[in-house]
Antibody
Framework: QLQLQESGPGLVKPSETLTLTCTVSGGSISSTTYYWAWIRQPPGKGLEWIGSFYYSGSTYYNPSLKSRVTISVDTSKSQLSLMLSSVTAADTAVYYC???????????????WGQGTLVTVSS | SSELTQDPAVSVALGQTVRITCQGDSLGTYYASWYQQKPGQAPLLVFYGKNNRPSGIPDRFSGSSSGNTASLTITGAQAEDEADYYCNSRDTNGNSLFGGGTKLTVL
């Protein structure tokens, strides 16, 4: 059964770069069928797609975050990474990783999701 | 526009049927996927596409689409269905979109 687990610092200072890792187990991160995504949720608010990455290097980023986001994959470690630069308090959120299918198809969906990790931006 | 709009809150009596809707221009071209999120938990996929229910999701959850509106229907709502529900789709550039979420209360 595919499982995803996010990890990283729970506190980041303003203007610094947020870096998170998602470890994938029970399946291959090099699958030709799926993308791998980061999604976030500010406390008490809705979901926001950050971006998705295909093992070959193809990426899709949320236009509103594109200038600050880098998503990459380390296939040797079966890990997906997120880097978000120049963070502010508005970037405080629970960050989820998820498997993403159908990114350019008629139907797109995210399944499964990791449990999420809370990142607070504060000095 | 690249937005998905949901009613903020909906309520349903125990055992009755409820429809949660999602509106957006992209839904005229692409199907929606639906996620259930309970407090403190990660979202869970409950329905996607024209007619797809993930393994383990009760068959009281169903989806439909008409024009620019997608709907998630719960037939015979149970107390455990009380949660936030989010729709998701994509735009022509492959960007993924989420609706603002609907809080479902089961009375």
């Amino acid at each position: 059964q595919l499982q995803l687990q996010e990890s990283g610092p729970g506190l980041v200072k303003p203007s610094e770069t947020l870096t998170l890792t998602c470890t994938v187990s029970g399946g291959s991160i090099s699958s030709t069928t799926y993308y791998w995504a980061w999604i976030r949720q500010p406390p008490g608010k809705g979901l926001e797609w950050i971006g998705s990455f295909y093992y070959s290097g193809s990426t899709y980023y949320n236009p509103s975050l594109k200038s600050r986001v880098t998503i990459s994959v380390d296939t040797s470690k079966s890990q997906l990474s997120l880097m978000l630069s120049s963070v502010t308090a508005a970037d405080t959120a629970v960050y989820y990783c998820a498997r993403h299918r159908g990114i350019v198809a008629a139907t797109t969906w995210f399944d499964p999701w990791g449990q999420g990790t809370l990142v607070t931006v504060s000095s | 526009s690249s937005e998905l709009t949901q009613d903020p809150a909906v309520s349903v009596a125990l055992g009755q049927t409820v429809r949660i809707t999602c509106q957006g221009d992209s839904l005229g071209t692409y199907y929606a996927s639906w996620y259930q999120q309970k407090p403190g938990q990660a979202p869970l996929l409950v329905f996607y596409g024209k007619n797809n229910r993930p393994s383990g999701i009760p068959d009281r959850f169903s989806g439909s689409s008409s024009g620019n509106t997608a709907s998630l229907t719960i037939t015979g709502a149970q107390a455990e269905d009380e949660a936030d529900y989010y729709c998701n789709s994509r735009d022509t550039n492959g960007n993924s979109l989420f609706g603002g979420g609907t809080k479902l209360t089961v009375l």
